[in-house]
């Protein structure tokens, strides 16, 4: 099987600076990573940027097949990815601690390491992973928000998330602190499985009805990430929108 990619970020409507950031790649790396960055003064931008640079950095400066011994219960590649990411998290917290005009900035992380075996999936804050899976599409990260967190604990139902008025207040962020707790599972793969990667400027303007819709009527994916965009800003567009498709070919 291979692997076949495609993004697309874009300011929106309401906002005047675009603060998100993606990588993608096909290549021996097949790493897809969606940033959503936060913080006054133009530094969400900064986050993001640095958070995925950090991330990539991390990945070409290691071995190609990392071959340290595994940490208890994880795999090379899980443990590979979770200190990709929480390279990223040094990064962006000693740029905020040392630069005033950073302090506070942060950035969600979402991102794919696809490998032979399967995708390991690692996360932090409410950027998104969906899969579409023979006509079904399910999320396959959990927000780490405040609305998930009422949601789990039986505070809020799911269907009253969007009128929640803090729901894009997020409980954990790439950067804020000098650890943090990064979500990282295996997935199996099937061939034509489609994952999408993205900030919560789509799948807040979106429901995941009209996101299905799009990815099952689009072969290509360069015209879905055109579509999903569009259909954001048609929607409000009220925040910056990211996109990254990945889907599994024979």
Not at 9 to 29: C, K, P, Q, W
Not at 113 to 119: K, L, P, S
Not at 128 to 136: A, D, I, S, V
Not at 244 to 249: C, D, G, P, S
């Amino acid at each position: 099987m291979k692997l076949v990619c495609a993004g697309m970020t874009d300011v929106g409507i309401a906002r005047e600076h675009n603060e998100d950031d993606f990588y993608l790649s096909e290549g021996d790396e097949a790493l897809c990573i969606v940033a959503d960055g936060m913080g006054g003064h133009r530094s969400g931008e900064v986050a993001s940027a640095l958070a995925i640079k950090a991330m990539v950095e991390y990945y070409r400066e290691s071995m190609a097949h990392y071959d340290e011994p595994p940490e208890p219960e994880n795999s090379p590649e899980q443990v590979r990815l979770t200190r990709a990411v929480l390279n990223a998290n040094g990064a962006v917290f000693s740029a905020a601690s040392a630069n005033e005009s950073y302090h506070g900035m942060g950035t969600t992380i979402v991102s794919g390491f696809f490998t032979d075996r399967g995708v390991y999936l690692a996360h932090i804050g409410d950027s998104r992973c969906y899969r579409l899976r023979e006509g079904n599409l399910e999320q396959r990260t959990e927000d780490h928000s405040l609305a998930n967190e009422y949601v789990r604990m039986g505070i809020l139902s799911a269907e009253d998330v969007e009128y929640f008025p803090y729901k894009n207040v997020i409980t954990r962020a790439c950067g804020l602190t000098d650890d943090v707790e990064v979500d990282i599972h295996f997935e199996e793969l099937q061939s034509k499985d489609l994952f999408l990667f993205c900030s919560d400027g789509l799948s807040d303007m979106v429901p995941d009805s009209e996101i299905v819709s799009i990815m099952r009527a689009n072969t290509n994916l360069d015209d879905m990430c055109r579509e999903l965009v569009e259909r954001a800003n048609a929607n409000g567009g009220a925040d910056n929108i990211t996109v990254v498709l990945a889907r599994i070919e024979d």
